[in-house]
């Protein structure tokens, strides 16, 4: 299974989740790389834990289908897979080693081994005086870090993580980034869901953009930013755009329009274009940031609206 | 396989040894023998104070009838008096004893006891004579006086004599109104009437009284009133009290029970009956009562159990732990891992109790005898052998294991799909109400082990533990392993039902609505 020369580590086709009338997860077809780093963005309740979910094998699917590390069944390689949830408890009267090692053995390691690389994980996160503490008296980032040793200790080849990142200080921000990028040099890949698009972005080989269910955008994230976004400070209202060749679409608000423009429309004959239709104040040409194309995908309302799809 | 069953054990051993290694949990554990222990002694106290510090109750009599109160006043001065001579008869005297009691001894080892009482009586009697001084007279006429004069020594000698209890208040011709207001200001705990006519009729006799509920003072005064008036009726029948008792005699049998018969030296034929037969003993009564305590300990222990259970997935739910071990384990491997954790907490809990209680039982016996004497019947009635049964022991285990499996996966179910505390408590109301049927029934099955009640309910597999445990020894194999099959495959139907109910619910952020939710959820997929 694992030996194999697929590409490719996940590879949802058509995958379909409801519960009851709710479709959580609305036919995804994705493949995520073998030694990525791949994120899952999207608004509260899109789908993201749900596909996840169901890419560890606590969920099943509708319909559809998924194969992880070219396993049809997720249980076959559930010991290769490394999940950490959102939200994130604790066995808190448990000793911050013993919890670590009862997840590696958990996942078949021998209980001497998964002594040795409880502690070495220990040192790495620079949490070895809390060995034998007990993870109730851990600080909630201390807490997070001890959760993602206790995903790493059996060296997982695919590491799943819900929101790594939310409750992190900079500097832990940082530790887990190192890590995940550590584990990529590995071969290993990893999945990962975030709010933070500059996170997604600098860390994120490809991303999916998941709305309703949906995946509304997938790609690497050079391929999907690409493409200019046009500001224009006019005096003019929204309508001397209309008809211009290469523009895909217009927001304005107050003065400013921010202009979403085909990849191969030519800059200048646009400015001209514009020039002849309006007196410009100023002009600006960049790449979309993620931020600006998760606006744009989603929308800014439904970006910050709650929905219990994630259930 | 076996490793499914090795996380399986992981889930159990990390939940047992969570649950063990607090101190609450050994301070639980060993309390509820301690508090057990000390509720025992201290009612052992209590009874024993209750025997020595009895607080007297007044009452009076109203007596309308030819002098029938007054021959009732006598009767119980009868029986006080036998009461005391027999306790003198059977006492040694003691050098500090007074010099009147040390005849009286003497005179109870030669007379015959109901000419003796006869004597004291002449005496004793109401209305009673001016009495001689203690010194001076017959033996009657000096142990009389210092019968009025020595009431408390009376009572010390002879606990049970009536007026350690009852004592009547002799203020002649009190109205119905003072008495009324002495039984409000408590003086009394209540007053007789006797009417006139009182041997041929009960009506207008009335005993009354603040307390309805407490009854022992009428029992106790009716018991006397009958037997004067018996006493009338034999006379005037011309019938003696004696011949009239012996007609009255009613028939007993002694509660007996088998025992293996022996045979003689050849073995060709079995000895007489009685040695077939022994004696029933109170303690051997009681450890008849051994497997409904049994079926109380394992009610107990599975109610506890499957609750914390309940609340124990409420808890890793509501923290998404059970997320992280859902994606290395099957949702079964963690119910039956968690089912086992709890299950061996509660069995070391009663590993320890068995060890508390056998270690006084064999170590300190004696120590334990010397203190109560009861200890030393107990132990030799062999009802420890009745409570000890291998039988019960065994079956506790089985019933144990099928009962605490049932409701522990029924209430994992309903835990998983609820998202506090207080949800699941609701919802797990119904089965709470369904479960406590035998515990009511305890009682009647335990009196009637055979029965059509207990049969039936033995079949009913909410009940099936419980009522099994208690008829055990009486069920026929047959039945017996009709409803092991039975049980095992209604534990496995639960398990299934709650597997399907648990994959699906741990991950719900709001519980289904009731019974259609639970449904949807047995027919959905996770």
Known sequence: MTDSNSTHSVAFEQTRKKFGSLVALDRLSLQIPRGSVYGFIGPNGAGKTTAMRILVGISKPTSGTITVLDADDVKDVRHLIGYLPEEKGLYKRMRVIDYIVYFGRLNGMRKRDAVTKAKALLSEFQLTDWEKEKCQALSKGMGQKVQLMATLIHDPILMVLDEPFSGLDPVNVEVVRSIILNKVKENSTVILSTHIMEQAESLCDAVVLINKGKAVLEGPIDEIRKGDVVSVDHEGDVSVFDGLQGVVSVKQIGREATLQVDPECDLQTLLKSIFERTRVTQFNANSASLHEIFIREVGGSEATSETTADA | ???????????????????????????????????????????????????????????????????????????????????????????????????????????????????????????????????????????????????????????????????????????????????????????????????????????????????????????????????????????????????????????????????????????????????????????????????????????FLVFIGATILMTNTVEEKSTKLVEVLLSDLDSVQLMDGKLLGSALTLLTVVGLWIFLISIPLILGSNVAVSFFPQVGDFLQSGALSSIFNPLFVINFVIFFVLGFAFYGYSLSALGSVCSNIREAQMMATPINLVAIVPLILMVPIALDKSGTLPTIMSYIPPFTPFVMMNIVAEVAWTHYILILVWMTACTLGVRWLAKKIYTRGILLENKPAGIKGLVRLVGGSN
Request: charged share 20%; aromatic share 10%.
């Open chain 2, 1 to 299: 396989m076996l490793d499914r069953l090795y996380s399986v054990w992981l889930i159990a051993q990390r939940d047992w040894l969570e649950a063990t290694s607090t101190k609450m949990f050994w301070l639980g554990a060993l309390l509820m023998p301690v508090i057990t222990l000390i509720l025992a002694i201290f009612g052992m106290f209590a009874a024993t104070l209750i025997g020595t510090s009895v607080t007297v109750g007044s009452y009076y009599v109203v007596d309308q009838s030819d002098g029938l109160g007054l021959e009732i006043r006598n009767e119980i001065l009868r029986t006080d008096v036998a009461n005391f001579l027999n306790v003198l008869s059977d006492r040694e005297p003691l050098p500090q004893d007074e010099e009147v009691l040390a005849e009286v001894h003497e005179a109870t080892q030669t007379d015959a006891m109901p000419d003796l009482v006869n004597s004291f009586m002449e005496f004793l009697e109401h209305p009673r004579a001016e009495l001689p001084s203690l010194t001076n007279g017959t033996l009657a006429e000096r142990f009389s006086v210092w019968w009025q004069n020595n009431s408390s020594r009376i009572v010390e000698l002879a606990p049970t004599v009536s007026f350690a209890t009852y004592q009547e208040v002799l203020t002649p011709h009190l109205t119905e109104t003072e008495l009324i207001l002495m039984l409000k200001a408590e003086k009394i705990l209540g007053y007789f009437i006797i009417p006139e006519g009182f041997v041929n009729s009960n009506e207008n006799a009335k005993f009354v009284t603040e307390n309805i509920l407490k009854q022992d003072l009428a029992n106790w005064y009716e018991r006397f009133a009958t037997r004067v008036i018996q006493n009338k009726k034999f006379a005037e029948s011309d019938i003696s009290r004696e011949t009239a008792l012996w007609l009255l005699q009613r028939a007993s049998f002694q509660t007996s029970k088998a025992v293996e018969p022996s045979r003689d030296t050849n073995g060709s034929s079995p000895s007489d009956v009685g040695d077939s037969t022994k004696e029933v003993t109170v303690w051997e009564t009681v450890g008849e009562f051994a497997p409904a305590v049994y079926q109380y300990i394992l009610w």
